[in-house]
Structures are given as C-alpha cells and as structure tokens.
C-alpha cells in the first residue's frame, strides 16, 4: 500500500481521477538559515523503513516514500489528480491491450554513473516475480505471460511442504529489443496495465543490482531519480542528496533532505511549530482540536483531500476470525460517523464503500458491513457463537492512531460485550514485521494508500489470494476469478464493472473494515516559500522552493 510517483512528462496513458490536490507557498522569501534554493535543505518527518530500501520489497508508506523519490519509473502520477503521465518513457504503444512496446528516454543515468537501458526495466522486473527472492510486490507483475513459470506458492503457507521450484528464472512475456526499447506481452488484455506503471515496484535496477545481494544494496540503495542516497543511520535518519546528473523535467531545486525518523508525531510537530522540522506530512491529531494546528501554522497549514481509507483488518489465519459473521458483526458495532466526529474532530469521512471514492471505478456505498446497526451485529455474534476470550486490536503508537483505535475498541465492547481493547506497537516497523510474518492475535489497523489510480489497485493487492498485501490471508475462489476477468478485461469501463462483482463478494465477507476516508492536515515551516504535495498527500521534494 503505499506510493505515488511526480508529475512530469507530456503523453497520457491510462485514466483520470478526480481529487483535490493542494500545492502550498507562503513563508520567508529569504529561504531562512538553508541560503539559496540551489544550495539549501529540508528536514521532513519519516518513519523507519520496515526492510532494505528495494523497490519489490516495499509495500509500506516508510521505505515507499523513499523508494519514491530515489527512483523514476516509466509513468508519473500528476500532483493535480491528472492521467498518469510518461516520465522515463518516450513511448508506449499497444494495439491490442496485450502487447505493449515500450521506448524509453535515451541515456538517463542511474546514480552511479550507468546509463538506464531497456534491460535494467527487464531484469528488475525478473527479480521481483521470481518467487525464491521473496519480493513482497510479486503479485504486481502477474499480468505478464509467463508470471507462472517463475512464481510458485508454499501449498501450505508456514507448514512443512516448500513451494515448488520455478520452472524458469525469466517471464515468456518480457523481451529486450535493444537498448532502449522492450517489449511486454500479457496473458491477456488489460487495459489498465500502462496506469500501474508509475507504482514503484516497476522500478529499473542498475546492473550493480544483480552483482550482489539484495539486502545489501537497499541499505545503500542506487536509483535513477532527482535525489541520491546519502546515509541511513536506523531510526534516526535517512539523507539524501540531490543528483545533478538528473535529465528529466522535475529536477531538484534544493540540494538536501533529511528524513528525520521520529518515534512519536507530537515530538515532530512540537519540532515543525517551533521551526526545526520543515514537513509533517500529518500533524496529530491532538493538534486538531479547536483548530490548534491552524492557529499554530497560521498561513503554513495545508488541508487536503487524498485517496487514502484508514482500515482495521482480520488475522483470518487465526481460527476465532474465520466466520464472516463475526467479523461483520463486529464491523457494524462500530458508529464511523462518531469516530470521525469526535476523535478526528470532522477532518475523516466516515467509510461507507470497500475503494476510496476519489479512485477511478470505485463505486461509493457499495460496504454494507460499514452501517451502524447494534441489533444486526448483535443477532451476527449470536449466530457466529460469540467471542471468547480478549479481542486485541493493534496498532502503531509512534503516529496518532491510539485515540480512534481505542475509540473503536471500546465501541466494540460496549456495543457487544466482547472484551475489547487496543494494543500499541512501539513502532510502525516491529508493527509491520509481525504483519507480515503472520504472528497477530488480533485485529489490527491496515490503512491503505492507493499505489496508482484505479480500483484494481483496492482490490488484488488486498483480497486476492497471495495479493501483496493480503496480510491476513483472505481467500474466496470467486473473487479471485472475478478479479482475474476484471485484471484481464479489454476495456477500462470492462474492467471495472468485473471488479464491482468481486467486490460485491468481498463484502459478503468482511476480510477487513474500513473505518474513515483521508483527509490530511500538514504543516511546513518559514523555510519554505513554495511546494506542493503528490496525489497521495506525499512532498513532492522536487517542487520546494526556500
């Protein structure tokens, strides 16, 4: 779940979406203690990466955003909520949604020195299919032929039969024509295809890459995009520097930023109200009571609308989670409009539909499990048999989750006397690692930012067996083949009425509840005379001006 990429190039593909985007200025025209734009820097608020810095095994909002900025792929999605856009592609061509001729911009470098060619897409694109290597995004590169001759799956998940060796290391369906040209053949049409390619798990990798091991390289990681890696000193900083050999249009106009990791969102918006932080990208949401964030940063807050669902998910590996009637049973004990009421003071939109409306193909209303209804949850538990023993539901406390988590937890107990409570997780990294090890014991919070404009995006990585981000293994054979029909569609407007059948399944089994729709409150500080946030509510770092 996770990133967007900047906007830049001239040739559309894919769809458009709608979505209230804020570019910001204001602020010192003197650029404060950095100097020039050409030569300052920017400290903005981070999280701890959960793995190595590799395009194909992140799926999280800490490592994406970096991945985002160290890197540029073939499409970029605008900051205005506009049709992605070509970046490091020249062209890409399709006559039949099947096969696809992609060109790319000649000699742009990698940060090394090397130029980008056609192969460096191939061959990360190789690597993070190929299942041995345990990228987490495999799943992304399913809709090219010959996914399944590199792709297989444990027949047993954790227990004592292994998956089965691929019969090739390379898909079919990848093919280098020279230099600067590939072509990619699907194992169907789907339409769709060119608009995923700005998500950050179709990345190049430099041949430095392939050398060595894949864990080294992200803790030094190498990219193509308008900033280099610097250092990263765990869960205290991650720097990076501007890349002066950069040739595309989004060129850096300062020199340095410094992702500062903070353990706690109070600490770093006490640092951006008095001046020591430049970004918060979220400020707490304490500080949105009576408006305290606006009449702190005066004319320095920034409100947004973003396409990002806070969401509580099921660990339906655990057996007390395996009935859908529990599940929604609990999800309808749970009054949204209260939450984003009272805890989020208005700035939340209670959830009602299982895709963020803003996302092309996302059909609003369609969660019949987001209602509140007391007596129907009531009469659900009854039928699932109840709820023994203690329901935890995790969350990260480093960012401002523990007031709605708890708000809902106690919901839950008292709407269903179940004995609810909610359980922080010192940080959003140790959170994710016993995510994605499979080691919860309860219900856990799972928001999710869409990586590129349409719904497929809320559908496969989420609730497609072995999706990416599938954390709680939820598997329907019929929403599985829908999804597929729906990813193998011809047509966008195909596609998208497919996806709204598997949805229409999806609800019918609660594999998770969402709670709110996004909308953001950040905050910069005087430094800063002009910027703008991505699609997704991210810094766009190549837009800031001191």
Request: some cysteine; proline content about 5%.
């Amino acid at each position: 779940m996770r990133v967007s990429k900047r906007a830049s190039g001239a040739i559309a593909v894919g769809a458009a979406f709608a979505l209230i985007a804020t570019g910001c200025s204001s602020g010192s025209d003197d650029g404060g203690s950095a100097g020039s734009s050409s030569d300052g820097g920017i400290v903005i608020e981070g999280t701890e990466p959960e793995n190595p810095l590799v395009p194909a095994n992140t799926t999280e909002t800490g490592g994406g955003k970096i991945i985002d900025w160290l890197f540029t792929g073939l499409v970029e999605y605008p900051n205005d909520g506009g049709a992605p856009r070509n970046a490091l592609a020249e062209s890409i061509d399709t006559a039949d949604s099947k096969v696809y001729k992609i060109k790319i911009k000649k000699d742009t470098k990698f940060h090394d020195g090397t130029v980008v060619k056609a192969k460096n897409f191939v061959d990360a694109w190789n690597w993070g299919a190929y299942s041995p290597n345990g990228a987490q995004n495999a799943s992304f590169f399913g809709d090219i032929a010959g996914f399944a001759d590199v792709n297989t799956t444990d027949p047993d998940d954790d227990g004592p039969k292994k998956a089965p060796e691929p019969t090739s290391k390379t898909m079919s369906g990848l093919k280098v024509v020279d230099d600067w040209n590939f072509e990619v053949t699907l194992a169907a049409p789907t339409a769709v295809f060119p608009t995923k390619l700005g998500y950050s798990t179709f990345m190049p990798l430099p041949d430095s890459f392939f050398a060595g091991k894949a864990e080294d390289f992200g803790k030094k990681p190498v990219g193509n995009g308008p900033v280099k890696f610097v250092s990263w000193e765990n869960n205290v900083a991650i720097k990076l520097t501007r890349f002066d050999d950069y040739a595309l249009r989004d060129k850096m106009k300062i020199k340095d930023v410094n992702v500062k990791i903070y353990q706690d969102d109070t600490a770093a918006y006490n640092d951006l109200v008095s001046g020591n932080l430049d970004f918060q990208q979220q400020v707490p949401v304490s500080s949105l009571a009576g408006d305290k964030w606006k009449s702190d940063l005066g004319d320095r807050a920034i409100s947004s609308t973003t396409p990002v669902t806070g969401i509580i998910a099921f660990p339906i590996y655990d057996a007390r989670f395996k009935n859908p009637k529990l599940r929604k049973a609990i999800s309808l004990s749970v009054d949204r409009q209260q939450i984003t009421d009272k805890i989020f003071f208005g700035n939340r939109k209670p959830a009602d539909s299982w895709a963020n409306p803003l996302t092309p193909g996302a059909k609003p209303g369609n969660c019949t499990a987001c209602k509140f209804d007391v007596a129907q949850a009531k009469t659900l538990l009854a039928e699932a048999g109840g709820f023994k023993g203690q329901l935890k539901m995790y969350y990260n406390a480093d960012a401002s989750h523990k007031d709605w988590m708890e708000a809902v937890a106690q919901q839950v107990k008292t709407n269903l006397n179940i004995d609810a409570v909610a359980v922080g997780v010192p940080t959003f990294a140790v959170f994710r690692q016993n995510i994605n090890a499979h080691k919860m014991d309860g219900a856990y919070r799972a928001g999710w930012q869409q990586d590129y404009p349409d719904v497929e995006n809320w559908v496969n990585p989420l609730y497609v067996t072995g999706g990416s981000s599938n954390d709680g293994l939820y598997s329907n054979t019929e929403v599985d083949a829908l999804a597929k029909a729906a990813s193998g569609a011809p047509s966008i407007d195909e596609s998208h009425a497919k996806f709204a059948e598997a949805v229409a399944k999806i609800d019918a089994d609660v594999p998770t509840m969402p709670i709110y729709f996004g909308g953001q409150q950040s905050g910069h500080s005087e430094k800063i005379k002009k910027m703008e946030l991505s699609n997704v509510g991210e810094l766009d770092i190549t837009s800031v001006e001191l």
